[in-house]
């Protein structure tokens, strides 16, 4: 595809529920990170992969969020039990290497979560 | 730890004046400087980084070891500068790219 494809656009779920974000990176990228953006914040770390392992996890908030890439492509942000702090927009990315180690990550239009 | 900061949340100028977006930084060891912009309905995107001490679109910053600092300057704002403007510090000691990013600017740039 043109760019980082991130499905839903818009998540509206009750607390306590499970959800599930799906980011599809560039074609050939092998670097993907997740990210959050609250209200007013600018994007937070959360999870970054190379290939299909996590190699940096140490943003995830809690046990509550998980992330995976089984085959090295898409990735599937998963958050169990939602709460209303975990609204906000989740942001995809992807880069090769080399623009990874430029700094330069390709974002994708973000999965916009409301929790109620 | 790092982390980054945006004075401003908002900023207006006119079309034609110059403009500063000021960011600045806390890292205890050597740190890259990034500069990300989203503009209306776009994704975030790169707008440049101090390493290439590269002017995009008219912008330039330049990294200020001692005040801690990477202030985004343009001499003469034009109307399409209007977005959101994130600074972002990666760490050159680890690998990956992990970015911590301020909270943005919003900057408006009238007619």
């Known amino acids: 595809g043109a760019g980082v494809s991130q499905t839903p656009s818009n998540k509206v779920t009750e607390k306590g529920k499970y959800v599930e974000l799906r980011c599809d990176p560039i074609?050939?990228?092998?670097?993907l990170y997740w990210y959050r953006q609250s209200l007013g914040q600018g994007p937070e770390f959360l999870i970054y992969?190379?290939?299909?392992?996590?190699?940096?996890d140490s943003g995830l908030p809690n046990d509550r969020f998980f992330a995976v890439r089984p085959e090295g492509s898409v990735s599937t942000l998963k958050i169990q039990r939602t709460e209303r702090g975990d609204s906000a927009v989740y942001l995809c990315?992807?880069?090769?290497?080399?623009?990874?180690?430029?700094?330069?990550?390709?974002f994708g239009e973000g999965s916009r979560l409301t929790v109620l | 730890a790092q982390r980054v900061t945006q004075p401003e949340k908002l900023l207006s100028v006119f079309k034609g004046a110059p403009v500063e977006l000021k960011c600045n930084y806390s890292?205890?060891?050597?740190?890259?400087l990034f500069w990300y912009v989203q503009y209306s309905r776009q994704r975030l995107q790169l707008l440049l980084r101090?390493?290439s001490r590269e002017s995009i679109k008219g912008f330039t910053a330049d990294l200020n070891k001692g005040e801690t600092s990477f202030h985004l300057k343009k001499p003469f704002a034009q109307e399409e500068d209007s977005a959101m403007y994130y600074c972002?510090?990666?760490?050159?000691?680890?690998?990956?790219?992990?970015?911590?990013f301020g909270e943005g600017t919003q900057l408006t740039v009238n007619p």
């Open positions: 990315a992807s880069s090769l290497i080399r623009q990874r180690e430029k700094g330069e990550l390709f």
């Open positions: 992969f190379q290939g299909t392992g996590a190699a940096d």
């Open positions: 972002a510090l990666k760490s050159r000691e680890t690998s990956g790219s992990r970015l911590t």
């Open positions: 101090h390493i």
């Open positions: 890292y205890s060891g050597s740190p890259e």
């Open positions: 074609s050939g990228h092998t670097a």
